[in-house]
C-alpha cells in the first residue's frame, strides 16, 4: 500500500541553524501538507501546498518557515533559523484532492539545542 | 470550523467493541466526517470517513446519526494494539484538518 515517507526521522539541531525536513508524499497525489505537534499537544496546520505554489498556511508558518517541491517526489519543509520553540514532531502529508482524505507520514522528531 | 466534542478519554476490555462518540453540532450538509488515531507519536492514522449513510471498513464502523450532528465510531473487538488518541474532525475545512484534543482509548487486557 502506497505511504508517505519522511527522513530524517530524528534531527537535532542547535538554536539558529537552518533545517530542512524531507517528505516523499503517495505518488499521484496533488495535494501537500505540512503539520506539527509540540510534545503533549495538538496537531496543528502549517501549510497546503497545491501546484508548486501555497494554498494555504497558518499563523505559525510565519518568515521563517519555506516549502518546496524541487523535484517530481519530494516536497520540503525548510526552517530558516530555528528557535528552541520549533521542537515538534513534523508531519507531511498527502491527499489527491482537495478536502479528501489526508495520508500522514512517521514524522520527524526536530530537536532544537 | 466545526467544533467537535469528545470524551478525553475512555477505557475498553480487550475482545470488546469499543464504542467512540463525537458530537459535531455545526458540521454542514456537505462536510464529512473524519476519524484519525494516533498512536504515541506517530503519524496520525486515516481510520474512516463517512457523509451521512453509515460506513464500514476494515478497521472500524461509522454511525452518523441522522440530523448529523453525532456520529459514533466502533471497533468491533478492539485489541491492545487499538490503545491510541482517536480524533473525530467534523470540518477539513478546505486545506486544513483542525485537530482537537481528541479520546483517549485505552485498551484493557
Known amino acids: 500500500e502506497p505511504e508517505v515517507t519522511q527522513t530524517p526521522s530524528h534531527q537535532v539541531t542547535q538554536m539558529g541553524q537552518e533545517v530542512i525536513l524531507r517528505c516523499v508524499p503517495i505518488?499521484?497525489?496533488?495535494?501537500f501538507y505540512w503539520y506539527r505537534q509540540i510534545l503533549g499537544q495538538k496537531v496543528e496546520f502549517l501549510v497546503s501546498?497545491?501546484?508548486?505554489?501555497?494554498?494555504?498556511k497558518s499563523e505559525i508558518f510565519d518568515d521563517q518557515f519555506s516549502v518546496e517541491r524541487p523535484d517530481g517526489s519530494n516536497f520540503t519543509l525548510k526552517i530558516r533559523s530555528t528557535k528552541l520553540e520549533d521542537s515538534a514532531m513534523y508531519f507531511c502529508?498527502?491527499?489527491?484532492?482537495?478536502?479528501?482524505?489526508?495520508?500522514f507520514g512517521p514524522g520527524t522528531r526536530l530537536t532544537v539545542l | 470550523d466545526a467544533k467537535t466534542t469528545q470524551p478525553p478519554s475512555m477505557d475498553c476490555a480487550e475482545g470488546r467493541a469499543a464504542n467512540l462518540p463525537c458530537n459535531h453540532s455545526?458540521?454542514?450538509?456537505?462536510?464529512?466526517v473524519y476519524w484519525y488515531r494516533q498512536i504515541h507519536s506517530q503519524g496520525p492514522q486515516y481510520i474512516i470517513h463517512?457523509?451521512?449513510n453509515n460506513e464500514t471498513n476494515e478497521m472500524a464502523s461509522l454511525i452518523i446519526t441522522e440530523d448529523r450532528k453525532s456520529s459514533t465510531l466502533i471497533l468491533p473487538h478492539a485489541t491492545l494494539r487499538d490503545t491510541a488518541v482517536y480524533y473525530c474532525?467534523?470540518?477539513?475545512?478546505?486545506?486544513?484538518?483542525?485537530f482537537g484534543t481528541g479520546t483517549s482509548l485505552t485498551v484493557i487486557p
Open positions: 501546498f497545491y501546484n508548486n505554489e501555497i494554498s494555504e
Open positions: 502529508a498527502s491527499s489527491l484532492r482537495l478536502a479528501d482524505t489526508q495520508y
Open positions: 455545526t458540521i454542514s450538509g456537505n462536510e464529512y
Open positions: 463517512g457523509l451521512k
Open positions: 474532525i467534523g470540518n477539513p475545512t478546505g486545506n486544513q484538518f483542525y
Open positions: 505518488s499521484n497525489h496533488l495535494y
